[in-house]
DNA sequence: ACGATTTCTGAAAACGATTACAATTATGAT
DNA sequence: ATCATAATTGTAATCGTTTTCAGAAATCGT
């Protein structure tokens, strides 16, 4: 392996000066930068990294939490996180935590030994009280998802709101019999939409019936299964609302399979305005949200942080909107 | 920051029993082993990797090139490709190339730089001499996509075999007007792909006209772009093979909207057999590649090759199967 | 009991970069 | 011409590990 004291030798210096020249420091006269420069060329060299972050005590790489690859919301707001991580010079970490509450912990050792200067969560498996210890050891974000009383910034939509007006589209469509499928996590985000869709309910005199609660959802498949369930019961909702288009899309699949219509017999919502909803026929009602501005936002913050600026997390003009099209 | 040295006074040892300890070596004394195990609970030490990685010369990092996470293809092949790589304690980098040359090209310096041990390659833009001066730097394997002439380790499926199952189900549903939507780079996938086309259309008497031969198309949107091309057409295919799910559904959601009937006014065959071609309407006929298990054969060529070990890309069960659905 | 192994432990030298500091030379002001 | 200041370069310490080497202690075979 070619190191600097190849270069240093190669050019007659010493390796102090060819570390100038690589990093751009001043106090290096043209002449002795050009001789730098050939020898690089000349040896074809790059500098090693794990020596360079031993030595600068940092990695430039941020660890990025999602629950899973296959779901489109998480890479969209990825995509966000990498733009603005690429404009500063960052490196990409993804992590699938699969949903897996020890899995999505473990990830913090990353922090702690020292592979990455920060991390940015999406999703939330554990209660904030998991995660406040390690935030001692570099900074964390939240994206997406948040808790009423974490002390880290976090960037986050009006879930409560955009529930409700998911739920108050369904009541405006005359629905009284209404299903709730959520995350059921102990999330800021997991409890606003529940608490949306309630207060949408109470304002038209309904509440939601327990039997019509549903959690720890996710995938296409999952939302079949709970299709079945939903058939089997004798008294059925007539409207459902999902936390995911994918949840949404399985319900609908197996809706039809079943011989029942959308939105006739069960109207369903989703969440996420993904791909999916445009192609699946009856066309996915859902709420729309603006998934690649928050990550965006989130590494704007995180990038923030570690050059110890002050942050502004407001993400004014950024809303969860409704986008109704045939399966409500 | 705890470093191994706090642990070694704490301990009342040196660095060196210490090191010992972490890494199980052997000819330490129970006695020392529970003073230094005590030592790292009571402070929390956690070894620096940036260190380690220096002073090993190995990252036990391997980077993944992709072309879009959005592909959920490329997903299934990172699932097999990480299920393997947690078995073996390795982590993964993942990159998107988003299809260019240049992007694709560039990371390559992260095996110059040493940030990653090797490169597993599911996608192809540029050709092999590109690649070929870079395997000095550490192991390359392709996944999934190939070179005829590469000489890295290649974990292939029969893509030439694949394709002309596909044409040939088009044949004998009686199409004589097949079009073909594929990459069109140089990789042996690609051009595989085309052959096997081409060897079904020929073997029935046909030929594949230029004007229905359409590259460089990926998404949904593409897809729909597509058909509007088409159907600008004076002479239109009556069957279009794309080379994704994706590709295809596009083409399927535009036909309906134009109005058009698949499969009777165009049929559409897929390639993937992703969870879309379940879900559209109407579903998709594809070929399924096993794209798990081509990730899972990858990184343990990866492993075999780090360790020196020999190597087997043979894939023998693993085949592309026609699966019949309603769009032709 | 004595030499030959084997087990245990630590001192010190790596790994490849960056940087504080000192030494030297060049430039500028008077 | 002289002194103050700025620009240029190198020496050596440092980041936190692992490992070679050597020495000390324990174990073994006879």
Redesign the interface.
């Known amino acids: 392996?070619i190191t600097i004291t190849d270069v240093a030798k190669h050019a007659g210096l010493s390796r102090a000066t060819v570390s100038r020249v690589i990093n751009n420091r001043p106090y290096v006269s043209e002449e002795k930068k050009k001789l730098v420069r050939n020898a690089m060329d000349k040896l074809?060299y790059?500098?090693?990294?794990?020596?360079q972050?031993?030595r600068n005590q940092k990695?430039n790489i941020i660890g990025v939490l999602v629950p899973r690859?296959?779901n489109?919301f998480f890479?969209n707001i990825?995509?966000g996180i990498?733009k603005i991580a690429a404009e500063s010079g960052l490196?990409?970490?993804?992590c699938?935590t699969k949903s897996d509450k020890q899995k999505e912990l473990n990830y913090f050792?990353l922090l702690?030994?020292?592979?990455v200067d920060g991390i940015i969560l999406t999703s939330l498996e554990n209660d904030w009280e998991q995660f406040s210890p390690y935030v001692d050891y570099g900074p964390v974000i939240l994206c997406n998802e948040y808790y009423e009383n974490a002390t880290v910034p976090m960037i986050r939509l009006n879930q409560y709101e955009g529930s409700y007006i998911g739920a108050r589209h369904l009541i405006d469509r005359g629905h009284r019999k209404i299903g709730y499928c959520g995350g059921g996590s102990t999330s800021g985000l997991s409890k606003d939409r529940k608490r949306g869709l309630k207060k949408a309910l109470e304002e038209a005199g309904l509440s939601l019936n327990p039997n019509w609660i549903f959690h720890k959802r996710y995938s296409?498949e999952d939302g079949r299964e709970l299709m079945k369930e939903i058939t089997a019961m004798e008294d059925r909702p007539t409207a459902i609302f999902t936390n995911s288009d994918e949840v949404a899309?399985g319900i609908i699949?197996e809706s039809k399979e079943l011989g029942l219509k959308v939105p006739d017999d069960l109207a369903v919502i989703g969440f996420d305005n993904q791909?999916?909803a445009?192609?699946?026929?009856p066309r996915l009602t859902t709420i729309d949200q603006p998934s690649e501005e928050i990550g965006e936002k989130a590494m704007e913050t995180m990038v923030a942080v570690l050059n110890q600026q002050k942050i502004d997390t407001n993400l004014k003009g950024l809303n969860l909107k409704l986008i109704v099209r045939d399966s409500t």
Do not use: F
Not at 46 to 51: C, G, Q
Not at 278 to 281: A, F, P, Q, S, T
């Open positions: 392996m074809g790059y500098p090693n990294s794990s020596a972050r031993l990695t690859l296959t489109p890479i990825i995509e990498e490196q990409l970490l993804i699938q050792t702690r030994t020292k592979q296409i899309a699949k791909p999916i445009e192609l699946i026929e």
